[in-house]
């Protein structure tokens, strides 16, 4: 018999039973012959405790024979009384005789009906920097590779989940470091197929044994959030810490950056002017932080002051950033890690640092036409180490704004000088560095906020340890925006000060609300006059007060997001925070009227409900209500406050 198991959710809308086949773990030989073929000899049930608490496990003990080898399989089901919802999985392949050549290891292999809507979170970077959840339709099919999918782009989330308006199913691997597995999810013609390929060779003999990575299989009703925020918990209870307890105070402030004025000044050397006479207009505004981003220093990996920005170099960026402290405001600055320009002083002098392909050349990082350099030497290490004690203790800067698609992996190394263990010693050691730079920014000043922004991809989970201020990363759309900070509440933390990236990235460039409705922190690159890209006009200027009044005022990212609505199959979408005794719904369609239902209410208050934006009443409901009628177009941002509450404010 093949060791197929099954799981079985109960739709309490329905009263039906999904079942969801799978968990098969099999080994594919060098010849890509599956062996599946296992007869159970033995099951065994044990109790204990670890550091994820009381556990129950389950041992399949089963045998394969043919005419060349004979192997046992051993797979372990945990179930811990903490995490009842997620089944751990590992499995082990001892050869008793013979000899297997291991091409590659598939683990828990499952089919979903395709009968249905079907919707999947998917953890892999891409250079089309894709939504990170998707409708599966008709002959999809992706690989979602945690190598490096180009160049530029690698790593991830190692997770997919998929999911109906009936219920779903998360598999992911369990790992405090980054492996180049591969999570296929492919629509076929009588299902839905997804999986885990390990991409290990090994050639076993005599006596000895495969031993798989830790799986975890979550199934589920409602969206991606529930499975996702259960994998970063039992990953953080593990000793991996993905979420914080808390995150600097000062992550929560709204953000202005000069990434408006551009990296290529044609007003030469009124960078800075501009920025000094712009920081009196973000004071104005309601912002909190001043971001210098791309562009003030001369070469990646030289990382001197670029004279066209700054024509005294160093006595004016120190400069500037006083006159940003005078102001009462936080001042950040951005850089890429472990990339040198290709002509730069840095890169000629240390070529001996750089990652070079199977052919013995230097890999390119296409979009800033530099070269890798390989994170695990102790050269990469001390220019980025140094670059980071410049600029929060020379320059005093309050925080660092890691930048780059490339920061999510580094490409296989094969540089004979770095006497690597593996060619993936590089990929596995990307995730040291971004913790080298926040550890030693945070020992700088405790205060310290550290953005990692991988320009538009999904990003590295084993980045977010290091991590105070997630961000969208130039999302291409105003959904990007409200999904990706439902991925990072889920992982992070509920309170996790998402950071919705520049507002003039959405569709309108106005979309205060994506962020702030998600409990996100919200930023400009708003401009002056005619100088940079987005010049602020009196109509824009208003628009910006307003919004940002309002985030400073609610302060949402504070509060907790509440996983009351599934964000693609419940209509209209709706995202809610619960800040104190109240609960701000953010409701998005293109169209809609009638009567909505306000979820998360207690029976037993009445209700003021208010519109947050224009900030009127809109209805009282008694006791055990939860109807409200509501009618508009794009959005609407409303308030349920118990009425008590709402009597003594008022």
């Not at 999810?185 to 885990?196: H, M, P, T």
């Not at 953005?451 to 997630?470: A, K, Q, V, W």
Request: net charge positive; glycine share 6%; with cysteine.
């Amino acid at each position: 018999m093949n060791n197929d198991l099954g799981f079985e959710i109960l739709d309490t809308s329905s009263k039906q039973w999904i079942t969801l086949k799978g968990i098969n773990d099999y080994p594919i030989t060098a010849d890509k012959e599956r062996i599946d073929r296992f007869t159970l000899e033995k099951v065994e049930t044990l109790n204990g405790r670890s550091k994820l608490g009381l556990y129950k496990k389950y041992v399949f003990k089963s045998i394969s024979k043919t005419t060349n080898f004979q192997m046992k399989k051993y797979l372990y089901i945990t179930v811990f009384s903490d995490f009842k919802d997620a089944f751990l999985i590992k499995v082990k392949y001892h050869l008793i005789k013979g000899k297997v050549e291991i091409e590659n290891v598939v683990r828990n292999e499952i089919k979903i009906d395709n009968n249905k809507i079907l919707w999947a979170f998917q953890g892999a970077s891409y250079p089309e920097r894709p939504d990170w959840i998707l409708p599966i339709t008709q002959n999809y099919k992706r690989e979602n590779y945690m190598g490096m999918n180009s160049n530029d782009y690698g790593g991830g989330i190692p997770i997919v989940d998929v999911w109906s308006k009936n219920g779903g199913v998360a598999v992911g691997i369990l790992d405090k470091k980054p492996h180049p597995i591969s999570l296929p999810l492919s629509n076929e013609k009588d299902g839905v197929y997804f999986k885990i390929l390990e991409n290990r060779r090994a050639t076993l003999t005599d006596n000895e044994e495969y031993e798989g990575y830790t799986v975890v299989l979550i199934p589920h009703r409602g969206d991606f959030f529930d499975p996702l925020e259960l994998y970063s918990k039992i990953l953080t209870e593990s000793g991996f810490k993905v979420r914080k307890n808390k995150y600097p105070k000062d992550a929560y402030l709204p953000q202005w950056c000069a990434w408006g004025y551009g990296r290529d000044f044609s007003y030469d050397g009124e960078y800075m002017e501009e920025i000094l006479k712009t920081i009196d207009k973000v004071k104005e505004l309601g912002f909190g932080w001043v971001i210098i981003d791309d562009g003030w220093q001369d070469k990646y990996g030289d990382w001197g002051i670029s004279k066209l920005a700054f024509k005294n170099e160093e006595s004016d960026l120190i400069k500037m950033v006083k006159k940003i402290h005078e102001k009462n405001l936080k001042a950040g600055i951005w850089f890429i890690p472990f990339a040198a320009s290709k002509d730069s002083k840095f890169l000629k002098a240390h070529k001996e640092l750089q990652v070079l392909d199977r052919n013995l050349n230097p890999v390119e990082i296409d979009f800033w036409n530099s070269y890798y350099l390989c994170p695990s030497m102790a050269g990469t290490q001390k220019v980025t180490t140094e670059l980071v004690r410049r600029l929060i203790s020379n320059y005093d800067f309050d925080g660092l704004k890691v930048d780059g698609q490339h920061i999510n992996a580094t490409p296989p190394c094969f540089n004979i000088l770095h006497n690597h263990e593996n060619e993936f010693e590089s990929y596995e050691d990307s995730p040291k560095l971004i913790n080298k730079i926040h550890d030693l920014s945070h020992s700088l000043k405790k205060s310290a906020v550290i953005e990692i922004c991988p320009c538009g991809t999904c990003p590295s989970i084993y980045n977010m340890p290091s991590c105070d201020l997630p961000v969208a990363s130039d999302p291409k759309s105003s959904f990007q925006v409200r999904h990706r900070g439902k991925v990072f509440k889920a992982l992070m933390g509920r309170n996790v000060p998402y950071f919705g990236d520049y507002v003039e990235l959405t569709e309108s460039g106005e979309d205060f609300v994506s962020t702030i409705g998600v409990g996100g922190v919200p930023g400009s690159m708003f401009t002056l006059k005619d100088k940079g890209h987005y010049p602020l006009t009196k109509q824009k200027e208003k628009h910006i007060k307003k919004w940002i009044d309002i985030y400073n005022k609610l302060r949402l990212s504070e509060g907790r997001y509440l996983n009351l609505y599934d964000m693609v199959f419940d209509f209209p979408e709706t995202h809610v925070v619960r800040k104190g005794r109240r609960l701000y719904y953010s409701i998005f369609a293109d169209n809609f009227s009638g009567k909505f239902e306000l979820r998360g209410l207690s029976k037993s208050k009445e209700y003021e409900i208010f519109n947050c934006e224009n900030d009127y009443k809109i209805s009282t409901l008694k006791k055990g209500e939860k109807f409200v009628n509501l009618n508009f177009e794009n959005h609407i941002f409303i308030c349920a406050i118990p009425k008590k509450v709402a009597d003594h404010v008022a």
